[in-house]
């Protein structure tokens, strides 16, 4: 059976980045333990980089 695939959003991925008690360190937590895959989309990566930038 394949592994389920969990997509972060860009609010997720920039919380993950920039807090360590986040919602998002917790998901990574989850799928490194391999309960499922995280999915990065290329649209999410160049919002992050945009919002990032622009703050």
Do not use: C, K, Y
């Amino acid at each position: 059976m394949a592994q389920e695939e969990v997509i972060l959003d860009t609010n997720v991925f920039i919380a993950w980045l920039l807090f360590a008690s986040s919602m998002g360190r917790e998901i990574l937590e989850v799928a490194e333990a391999g309960h499922f895959v995280l999915v990065l989309p290329e649209v999410v990566r160049r919002e992050a980089e945009a919002v990032i930038a622009r703050d």
